[in-house]
């Protein structure tokens, strides 16, 4: 199978590698394009991969999209063309990525994955939305569950409202526990504030322009941002609801594992 990754940044280097692995069951022969020829030529030429014209007319069995979330609905109308059986994104946004493939690509199979982890944490969840399947899709989610992933069904709704709490919510909230906080010594930290520190550190290692695109793709932000509110304004009763609300919530999720 010829597969053209178009972004040639971590995660389009990740589904690459994916499909193309020795344990991969599709054979997958890689080519990236990429809006910075030279990102394109980089990973080329760290694989057995060659890279293609952003602007080219080359056409290949599937095309999968690891771009910007907000760039995938035109990536999608520029790059169906050039796919001859399969049209797919590992982006992260689904509701939108999945009414694109749609609209530009109706006769193609098509699917949105997400991959639940930066590339250095592999393996991982995939979430998964086969929208039109067929033996590429089934091909690429046989690659991926190859490498050690997990990937699950899923609809665009669900996931995109999954995202609100697990990736918008949570990172607003270890961002703003990290801005507001001051440095103390290592000797002061709690079992708590330690796990905190520790998490606001990953997530503070990778590149803002992927966060800043979470923020803009979900909501989140300012549910948390009311609840810190909340709890900050509380007297001890009604402080002692929130927390056993939070506490309902947590045995709640408890008992669906």
Not at 54 to 66: I, N, P, S
Not at 124 to 151: H, K, M, T
């Amino acid at each position: 199978m010829d597969v053209l990754v178009v972004g040639a940044g971590e995660i389009g280097r990740w589904i690459a590698d994916t499909v193309s692995a020795d344990e991969s069951p599709v054979d997958a022969a890689v080519a990236f394009a990429d809006r910075d020829p030279d990102v394109a030529r980089d990973a080329a030429a760290s694989r057995d991969a060659r890279a293609v014209p952003a602007d080219g007319d080359t056409v290949h069995d599937a095309v999968c999209l690891a771009v910007p979330m907000s760039a995938v609905p035109a990536a999608v109308e520029a790059y169906a063309p050039r796919a001859e059986r399969a049209i797919v994104d590992v982006s992260g946004e689904m509701t939108g990525a999945v009414a694109a493939m749609r609209e530009h690509a109706p006769d193609l199979e098509r699917a949105s994955y997400h991959p639940l982890f930066a590339p250095p944490r592999v393996p991982g969840n995939v979430a998964c939305v086969a929208d039109e399947g067929g033996p590429v899709v089934g091909g690429i989610s046989a690659a991926i569950e190859a490498g050690g992933n997990d990937v699950f069904e899923t609809t665009p709704t669900e996931h995109d409202e999954a995202m609100e709490t697990v990736q918008a919510g949570a990172h607003a909230a270890v961002l703003a526990w990290r801005l507001a906080g001051d440095d103390v010594r290592e000797e002061f930290h709690t079992p708590v504030s330690a796990a905190l520190d520790e998490v606001a550190d990953t997530v503070t290692e990778g590149a803002p322009g992927v966060y800043a695109e979470i923020q803009r793709a979900f909501h989140g932000a300012d549910d948390v941002a009311d609840a810190a509110r909340e709890v900050a304004d509380a007297d001890s009763e009604a402080f002692a609801e929130l927390y056993e609300a939070a506490r309902g919530d947590r045995e709640g999720r408890e008992r669906h594992e």
